[in-house]
Each structure stands twice: as structure tokens, then as C-alpha cells.
């Protein structure tokens, strides 16, 4: 059974840090794209990071350029998401996926197939 587990979360003030990590049991990690997601009370979750098999290509959303840093260690079987200069508005539940077989880094929700539960990150002003 595929599991996804993120760790890292917590409630820190604006212009902290944190890093989250998520640990997969899936036998093709080598092999696929891991996106991080997050979802803010009365919105869509939104595509956040995303990170290539070969860690070659990463993309970010324009609001955490500059501030997030995605990464991943395949021989962990574990993808992270350095999260520094946090904003009350980088508060959301964050989710990370796996997208197997996929030579890119995708952003949409559906092309991903696996989820972890999710990890709440709460920034207070």
C-alpha cells in the first residue's frame, strides 16, 4: 500500500521558518515528480512546488518564489519543502503528491496519484 506521510508542520509567527518532510512508500520515488500542494480554509487547493525525478526541474508559484525551497532525496525516499519568511498567508493545510512515471514536474491536481493527509502550517501576524 502506497503511503505519503508529511512531517514539519506547526504554528509559527510571520517571518519564521519551517521545513516539511514527506516520506513515501512507493517503490517507483525514483521514478516520479513530487509536488507539494496546500489548501486554505474556503479555497482550492493550489499547486505550491514541484520537483522533477532527477531534482533538474523545479517549479514554484510566484507567491512563495523566493521564500520556499523544494528538494528531494531518493535514496530517503523523501521530499522537502524549506519554507522560510512565512507570511500569515502561507497559512494552509500543505499536501504533498506523487506523480509516477512522469518525466516533468506537473501542476494540476489530477496528474498526480497519490496524496499524503496533510500537514497543517498556521502563521500568525
Known amino acids: 500500500q502506497v503511503q505519503l506521510v508529511e512531517s514539519g508542520g506547526g504554528l509559527v509567527q510571520a517571518g519564521d521558518s519551517l521545513r516539511l518532510s514527506c516520506s513515501a512508500s512507493l517503490r517507483t520515488f525514483r521514478s516520479s515528480a513530487m509536488g507539494w500542494f496546500r489548501q486554505a480554509p474556503g479555497k482550492e487547493r493550489e499547486f505550491v512546488a514541484g520537483?522533477?525525478?532527477?531534482?533538474?526541474?523545479?517549479y514554484y508559484v510566484d507567491a512563495v518564489k523566493g521564500r520556499f525551497t523544494i528538494s528531494r532525496d531518493n535514496a530517503k525516499n523523501t521530499v522537502y519543502l524549506q519554507m522560510n519568511s512565512l507570511k500569515p498567508e502561507d497559512t494552509a493545510v500543505y499536501y504533498c503528491a506523487a506523480a509516477q512515471f512522469e518525466a516533468g514536474v506537473p501542476a494540476g491536481r489530477s496528474e498526480y496519484d497519490y496524496w499524503g493527509q496533510g500537514t497543517q502550517v498556521t502563521v500568525s501576524s
Open positions: 520537483i522533477s525525478w532527477s531534482s533538474l526541474s523545479i
